[in-house]
């Protein structure tokens, strides 16, 4: 039997497909993207395996068509964590490789980046020197300016001629041109030190040395820092040791927000290139920083979640920044990984460090860190000698309230404005209100496709639902009884509103989704801050991720109570983790910081811990409760979830798939089905069954045999379903 090509296509089949050696070319290497016949269409896969036959007859196997990748674009250890990732999360394997490339590569654009050149051919001399072409001005130029030339790259011609490309084109059609492309060849990278950083604290030096001694395999440390206790320093420190040693970074951020400030860093210190990948690039932006990756010509390679598959030759060090937030878990879409997990299995492939950074570390991590599966590195202490913040509770029950302030807390902003300091408020609930409410019948202004109430957007004279987009204008009165309609509750933008009428010379931003919507404009808020020309930031959560704002002395949590009544029991670690980041935008710089926490239950637990012990007190009490009550990380989950165009079909193909568990095996427990607690969202009802087990083994046993019969349900073909292996958010 012939050598077989098991090769991943992008299929939501959960198998390999076998196929046989190119006609006349040559093999192609495990990584390497190849063309091959699928039924009657031609697709581009991945290249995972070899084996010495197939359980596909001979007769049946095809050869592959072509193969477009003699340098694999996945190198091995990239290839194991994509089978890991496919087997932990129980995804097809054609899906998980296609996610971890480009656009432009799984529809088979080149690996490298192409010099496209333009030459005469010997027919366009022969039309040039008949003026044949003299009825066609643009195309007559195009050739007269190659005619004095051997050839000329597209670069070239873009720099002599505007709009040159139609004419070619059109010329190439009739002959007259000819276009090849050859790969672009890259001058060698430097990785240079532009500046020297500061002088590191004694705890950042140890940190540094630990960290640097573990270079060259693996190892999985928490940087646990409190807020501006120089955890970035930390990392451009070890990126400093690694380039030295001629080897390559991958760091990855939480939020497309925080690349631009993390990117000023790592050039301001650093005299090489960089490729950046996030969600906000065009399709074809992200080819060329893929292609940078790829090359090595990057010698830093730095992106939101998808970034954990990012091609980085010779990686020495993976830094994860803010690993506790959860944008780094995939929600929606196919694969609903992990980009912080994925990153420590891809070290561990690799054999390099895994540096996760944090003020306030996931429970997971701690409890691993518990475990002796990684190491815990404490930043105690402010660099440049700042204080820590201190903490406060505004008791809501005992003070006047205006606009959602309490009258401490504007007398407190008062005060810091008089001593020329800047002051960030922070609600996490953009929008003018919560609600619309009629002040008559009662009526409250809902979103036709979701469970949920439309937001008040005020500036914009709108009603908008946050969780489906659902667009509509903003009435005068009721539409049902014709009485006056009032907002209700507090957003960012009536807060901005209301500050505004308290302190009307005092310039104020505010930063939220509703704000930022294209490139630059969080990158302006930002510079309005750090160059005092604002006074007040009001912000939602996109002002607690690792912006420095030296001169902000106070810091208000308007509303501590979102969380303290949840029925997730992540929202608690969530709060808590908000409040500490929030907090540590306070007194960053010389002058002593103070935060202001309102809340109508100020005796609540959380919040008494939380001020009296620390986010360390809040993480042992919170991680034996988790333990007492059996929830992650002392047990493990995996949610199957669906939507259909009716409540009943939800719920009717979860009953099914929880029925053919006739008998899970032991210390496997099925939970529901049960509607979401927002049963209805865009239109579609949503529900969910919870798969719980106290042994990880033990779930994905179960899992490896449920699945394949779940994909068979007839109902399954009716519903959108999808299974989330370590859900983060429960309904």
């Given amino acids: 039997m012939p050598k077989v090509f098991r090769v991943a296509l992008d299929t939501p089949l959960r198998r390999l497909f076998d196929y046989l050696a190119p006609e006349g070319a040559g093999e192609p290497a495990v990584g390497a993207r190849v063309r091959v016949p699928f039924g009657r269409r031609r697709l581009v896969g991945l290249v995972m395996g070899t084996a010495g036959g197939s359980d596909v ?50 529809a088979g654009a080149p690996s490298a980046a192409l010099q496209e050149n333009w030459s005469l051919s010997r027919e366009g001399r022969e039309a040039l020197e008949s003026a044949a072409a003299r009825r066609a001005p643009r195309q007559l130029a ?11 790259t597209a670069d070239a011609l873009d720099e002599r001629m505007r709009g040159w490309r139609e004419a070619a084109r059109a010329l190439l059609k009739r002959g007259w041109l000819d276009r090849t492309e050859v790969a672009q060849g890259r001058e060698p990278s430097t990785a240079g030190v532009r500046c020297a950083g500061p002088a590191l604290l004694e705890e950042q030096a140890q940190a540094v040395a630990k960290i640097g001694a573990a270079l060259g395999g693996y190892g999985a440390f928490v940087l646990h820092g409190i807020t501006g206790s120089g955890k970035t320093e930390v990392y451009l420190r070890l990126v400093e040791r690694v380039l030295g040693a001629g080897r390559r970074v991958l760091v990855l951020v939480p939020e497309i ?32 920083a893929w292609r940078e990756a790829f090359s090595g010509h990057a010698r830093v390679v730095l992106g939101t979640r998808s970034a954990v598959f990012a091609p980085v030759p010779d990686l020495g060090l993976i830094v994860v920044d803010e690993e506790h937030d959860s944008s780094f878990k995939q929600h929606e879409g196919a694969l609903r990984y992990s980009a912080r997990d994925l990153a420590v299995v891809r070290a561990h492939h690799a054999r ?17 860190v518990t475990a002796g599966r990684y190491t815990r590195l404490r930043l105690l202490r402010r660099a440049a000698q700042a204080q820590p913040p201190v903490l406060k509770l505004i008791d809501l029950r005992s003070s006047a309230v205006r606009s959602g302030m309490a009258t401490p807390v504007v007398l407190a902003i008062q005060r810091h404005l008089t001593d020329d300091g800047q002051v960030l408020v922070f609600l996490n609930r953009r929008g003018y209100a919560p609600t619309l409410l009629c002040t008559g019948c009662g009526w409250v202004a809902p979103c036709g496709e979701c469970d949920a109430r439309l937001t008040v957007h005020q500036d914009a004279g709108r009603l908008r639902c946050h969780h489906c987009g659902a667009d509509a204008p903003l009435p005068t009165r009721c539409p049902v009884c014709g ?50 020309e604002a006074r007040i930031l009001v912000g939602t959560q ?14 208000v949590v308007l509303n501590a109570d979102q969380g303290l009544f949840s029925t997730d029991f992540r929202a608690p670690e969530r709060l808590a983790q908000t409040i500490v980041q929030v907090a540590g935008r306070a007194g960053r710089g010389a002058r002593a910081g103070e935060v202001l926490i309102q809340s109508s239950f100020p005796d609540h637990p959380l919040l008494t811990h939380l001020l009296a012990q620390g986010y360390d007190g809040f993480a042992e ?28 079909g939800a719920l009717t193909f979860l009953t099914e798939a929880r029925q053919l568990a006739v008998a899970p095996p032991r210390g496997v427990r099925l939970l529901g089905p049960v509607p979401a607690a927002m049963a209805r969202r865009a239109g579609r009802y949503h529900a969910q069954l919870l798969v719980e087990s106290p042994e990880r083994a033990r779930l994905h046993e179960f899992l490896d045999g449920w699945l394949p019969q779940v994909e068979q349900l007839k109902s399954a073909r009716a519903v959108r379903w999808s299974l989330d292996v370590d859900p983060i958010e429960l309904f």
């Fill in 57 to 106: 007859p001979a007769e049946r196997l095809k050869p592959i068509l072509e193969v477009l990748d003699r340098v694999p674009v996945l190198d091995p250890a990239a290839v194991a964590l994509l089978e890991w990732a496919s087997g932990y999360y129980h995804h097809p394997i054609g899906e998980v490789a296609a996610g971890a490339l480009p656009k432009a590569l799984r």
């Fill in 142 to 152: 195009v050739l007269t300016l190659l005619a004095g030339e051997d050839s000329m």
């Fill in 257 to 288: 927000g925080l690349t631009p400030q993390l990117v000023g860093r790592f050039r301001e210190r650093f005299d090489t290139p960089l490729a950046v990948l996030h969600s906000g690039l065009t399709d074809h932006e992200r080819l060329l």
């Fill in 352 to 368: 390099v460090p895994v540096v996760l950074g944090s003020a306030t570390p996931s429970l997971e991590t701690l409890h691993n």
């Fill in 483 to 532: 009485f006056e309609v009032k907002a209700v509750g507090q957003g960012t933008e009536r807060v901005e509103e209301a500050l505004q009428a308290l302190f009307p010379a005092v310039s104020i931003a505010r930063l939220d989704r509703d704000v930022v919507r294209k490139h630059g404009d969080m990158e302006a808020v930002v510079r309005r801050m750090s160059s005092g």
């Fill in 542 to 555: 996109m002002v607690t991720k690792g912006h420095d704002f030296p001169n902000v002395t106070l810091v």
């Fill in 621 to 648: 009490a919170a991680l034996a409760e988790r333990a007492q009550a059996s929830w992650p990380p002392f047990a493990r989950l995996a949610a199957l979830r669906d939507s259909a165009k009716t409540a009943e």
